[in-house]
């Protein structure tokens, strides 16, 4: 009798452990924006080679049914590819410049894609539109996508909150501890949705040069994108540059910088934006090596809020195969050079640290 009630309890664990594996509940979850094929393939890879260590892991690439880009692409890729756990979601509701700062058609889907995730990414793309942070566009701002902005905006807004409307409730003061992490035009996201504004063109603004040429010939640590790609245009060529970066001390960054023994560790950077006026709550943790560049912002309240201007999240870095042509005829590798100055221990310890808050975190229970 107490053998069959033994095995009547080990089959009802099991069945347990099961359907919770098929429910995704013995998973962590990521949202990540703008699921094109490349930001999939990095995701992808990184996890497979435990740059982010996070077991199990669930991916959902979110994206809003009226941007400009094509995602029919990524479908087909993961059709043909497989990735274990990555999935799609298209968010039918439209925004509108208007709707941005309030509850809008998209309100309920950002609240459940935070209540059933553990973290959400935002990634790199194009500019801002000015109207989205209440300002005249600069002629050297280039808006492809629209759409794209007012829907990350709007969801980066849900999840902080900001000055532009500051009767709205967050999501996450339900949750203070969940992870969002925003990478380039992610950060300036970040920012905008905050309240804040951004510098339109670093060349100009900050620097008062106006060509490619003159760009070309400021210190490496001035520069943010290359200039000899617009000024080669050849196929492949490397559009970004690394440059070095200076921690705000007692800033989340520098805790991970001061791990990896390299204070400046170089950085890739492929930006002509920046943060103008900060956002509300938002705390400088990193700045160009000269200081006119804001490099890293870390919320003040939601310490797990964090936004840097660099990218930490292409794969190509991890990669000692790939490399990259600079100008006609020189080749370089981007895990050579960092490794060379010391700066990749800096990237991996960014994705472990953000790996163990991952495992770490908990969904409340419904």
Same mark, same amino acid.
């Given at each position: 009798?107490?053998?069959?009630?033994?095995? +009547?309890?080990?089959?009802?664990?099991?069945?347990?452990?099961?359907?919770?594996?098929?429910?995704?509940?013995?998973?962590?979850?990521?949202?990540?924006?703008?699921?094109?094929?490349?930001?999939?393939?990095?995701?992808?890879?990184?996890?497979?080679?435990?740059?982010?260590?996070?077991?199990?892991?669930?991916?959902?690439?979110?994206?809003?049914?009226?941007?400009?880009?094509?995602?029919?692409?990524?479908?087909?890729?993961?059709?043909?590819?497989?990735?274990?756990?990555?999935?799609?979601?298209?968010?039918?509701?439209? +925004?509108?410049?208007?709707?941005?700062?309030?509850?809008?058609?998209?309100?309920?889907?950002?609240?459940?894609?935070?209540?059933?995730?553990?973290?959400?990414?935002?990634?790199?793309?194009?500019?801002?539109?000015?109207?989205?942070?209440?300002?005249?566009?600069?002629? @050297?701002?280039?808006?492809?996508?629209?759409?794209?902005?007012?829907?990350?905006?709007?969801?980066?807004?849900?999840?902080?909150?900001?000055?532009?409307?500051?009767?709205?409730?967050?999501?996450?003061?339900?949750?203070?501890?969940?992870?969002?992490?925003?990478?380039?035009?992610?950060?300036?996201?970040?920012?905008?949705?905050?309240?804040?504004?951004?510098?339109?063109?670093?060349?100009?603004?900050?620097?008062?040069?106006?060509?490619?040429?003159?760009?070309?010939?400021?210190?490496?640590?001035?520069?943010?994108?290359?200039?000899?790609?617009? @000024?080669?245009?050849?196929?492949?060529?490397?559009?970004?540059?690394?440059?070095?970066?200076?921690?705000?001390?007692?800033?989340?960054?520098?805790?991970?910088?001061?791990?990896?023994?390299?204070?400046?560790?170089?950085?890739?950077?492929?930006?002509?934006?920046?943060?103008?006026?900060?956002?509300?709550?938002?705390?400088? +943790?990193?700045?160009?090596?000269?200081?006119?560049?804001?490099?890293?912002?870390?919320?003040?309240?939601?310490?797990?809020?964090?936004?840097?201007?660099?990218?930490?999240?292409?794969?190509?870095?991890?990669?000692?195969?790939?490399?990259?042509?600079?100008?006609?005829?020189?080749?370089?590798?981007?895990?050579? @050079?960092?490794?060379?100055?010391?700066?990749?221990?800096?990237?991996?310890?960014?994705?472990?640290?953000?790996?163990?808050?991952?495992?770490?975190?908990?969904?409340?229970?419904?």
């Amino acid at each position: 009798m107490k053998r069959i009630t033994f095995v +009547i309890k080990a089959f009802f664990l099991f069945f347990l452990i099961v359907f919770s594996a098929l429910k995704g509940e013995s998973q962590h979850r990521l949202v990540l924006l703008n699921p094109t094929v490349s930001n999939i393939e990095s995701m992808v890879w990184m996890i497979e080679n435990k740059v982010i260590d996070i077991p199990g892991v669930e991916l959902l690439g979110v994206y809003s049914a009226h941007e400009a880009d094509d995602y029919s692409e990524s479908e087909k890729y993961l059709v043909q590819h497989q990735p274990v756990n990555y999935h799609l979601q298209k968010v039918e509701g439209e +925004i509108l410049p208007e709707d941005i700062y309030r509850e809008n058609s998209c309100t309920a889907v950002f609240r459940k894609l935070f209540e059933e995730s553990d973290a959400i990414l935002f990634f790199g793309g194009p500019d801002i539109p000015a109207v989205v942070y209440g300002e005249k566009q600069n002629l @050297l701002t280039v808006v492809t996508d629209p759409n794209r902005h007012y829907f990350e905006t709007s969801f980066f807004f849900h999840l902080i909150g900001g000055s532009k409307n500051r009767a709205f409730r967050p999501l996450l003061s339900d949750r203070p501890e969940y992870i969002v992490r925003g990478f380039c035009l992610g950060m300036q996201t970040m920012n905008v949705a905050a309240g804040g504004t951004l510098v339109q063109d670093i060349p100009t603004e900050c620097y008062n040069k106006s060509t490619l040429e003159e760009t070309s010939e400021l210190p490496l640590n001035n520069q943010h994108r290359s200039s000899m790609a617009p @000024l080669y245009p050849l196929e492949n060529l490397f559009g970004g540059i690394f440059h070095q970066i200076r921690m705000t001390k007692g800033g989340y960054l520098e805790e991970i910088s001061g791990k990896s023994e390299n204070l400046f560790p170089q950085v890739l950077s492929a930006h002509h934006q920046a943060v103008g006026q900060k956002g509300a709550a938002l705390d400088v +943790i990193a700045t160009s090596m000269d200081g006119k560049v804001v490099e890293g912002l870390m919320h003040s309240l939601y310490k797990n809020v964090v936004g840097v201007q660099f990218h930490p999240e292409p794969a190509s870095l991890y990669q000692p195969e790939t490399v990259f042509t600079t100008v006609p005829g020189k080749m370089f590798s981007p895990n050579q @050079l960092l490794k060379e100055s010391n700066s990749l221990s800096f990237h991996k310890l960014f994705w472990k640290d953000f790996s163990e808050k991952v495992l770490k975190s908990k969904r409340p229970e419904k």
